[in-house]
C-alpha cells in the first residue's frame, strides 16, 4: 500500500488528508484462507495481512505525520481509502488517533471488514467519525465473513446505490464504472445521501424447501449469514467458535465451524432441520442449486461451506481488477 498526506488550506488550515491505496500486490490477501489474525493497534484482533501492510507503511507515515501534527493544537485529520485502501485507511485512523491524540474521520469506499467485534467496538469509539460508503452490489464489503465485523459498530453506512445483485463492478470507483464511487457520491452533505444500520443481524431461520428463492445478492447474503449465527446462538456454541476463531488460520476456523456445525445437527430434530435449511440455501446462492443435501456429516457440510466461499471470493477477485 502507499499514502498521500495532503494539507488543508484557507477554511481548512490545520486538517491533514491522508488517502491511502492498496497495491496489485494485495488483492489476493483478501481471499487467503491461509492468513490468520493479529493484535492492532488496540490490541483487537484484526486480519493479519491488512495489518502487516499497514506496519510496512508506518515508518513512512510516523516520518511525514509526526512533524506536522506533533504538538499542534487544532484540525482535524481525514483518512480515506477504497477497497482495500480503505481497509488499511481504518487501521491508520486507529493509530493515527492513539499516537497523536487528534480528530480523526475515517471514510472508506467498498472497503472490506478489518477485525473482530473488539476491534469495531474499539475503533467505533475512538475515531470521531466513521463514513462507511458501500454499494449493495460490491462483494468486497461482505468479506471476510463472520466473524469480521465493520466499523462503526451499531451505526450507520451510508448506501450509495441500492441496487442489489453482486457484481464485480459495483466495486468500481472511477467515473466509468457501473455504478462507480465517484458518481454515486455525488452530494456535497452526508445527511443527503442514503444511510441503512451496520446492525444488520436478525435471527433467522432458513426452510429447505424455501431454498429456491436464493439470489446471489448482497441480501441473501446476509440472509445467510444471520441464519449462521442464528444457529450457533441458538445451541450455545456462538461465543466459543468466536473466540477459537482469534486463534486459527482462516482456513483451519471453517473446519472448524463445519465440526461444529455437524455436532450441532445431531443434538436434536429441531437443529438438524436449521442446518438442513441452511446447507440448502447456501448452495443455492453458490450457484449448485441442483444438489440436494443427502446427508449433515462434517465431510458435506465443510464441502458446502468451501463451494459458497469460492463463488464469493470468486467474484471478490474479479472486483479487484477494478483497482488498476
Known sequence: ??????????????????????????????????????????????????????????????????????????????????????????????????????????????????????????????????????HAGDPVPLVPLWPFMHAPYKGREILLSSAQGLRASAHSMGENGTPGYLNTANSHSWDALQSQSTELFKATELQYPDRHQVTFTTYWAHRINNALITLLKKSGQLSAIAVQAGAVTFLTFYDLLASSVEKIAKLSPEYAKQTLGLLGHMLVFAGKGGTQVVDLSYRFIRWVFEVTLAALHRLVREAMAFLR
Request: aromatic letters at 8%.
Open 1 to 134: 500500500g502507499f499514502a498521500a498526506i495532503g494539507i488543508g488550506k484557507a477554511a481548512y488550515t490545520g486538517d491533514h488528508v491522508v488517502a491511502i491505496r492498496g497495491t496489485d500486490g494485495l488483492r489476493d490477501v483478501i481471499t487467503d484462507l491461509h492468513i490468520g489474525l493479529t493484535g492492532g493497534e488496540s490490541n483487537a484482533l484484526v486480519h493479519a495481512g491488512f495489518n502487516k501492510v499497514f506496519q510496512s507503511m508506518k515508518p513512512a507515515l510516523e516520518q511525514s505525520l509526526t512533524p506536522v501534527l506533533a504538538g499542534s493544537g487544532r484540525g482535524t485529520v481525514h483518512c480515506v481509502g477504497h477497497s482495500l485502501g480503505g481497509a488499511l485507511a481504518h487501521i491508520t485512523a486507529d493509530w493515527v488517533k492513539r499516537r497523536y491524540k487528534k480528530r480523526v474521520c475515517l471514510y472508506t469506499f467498498g472497503a472490506p471488514r478489518v477485525g473482530f467485534d473488539g476491534f469495531s467496538i474499539k475503533t467505533t469509539g475512538s475515531i470521531d467519525k466513521i463514513f462507511r460508503c458501500t
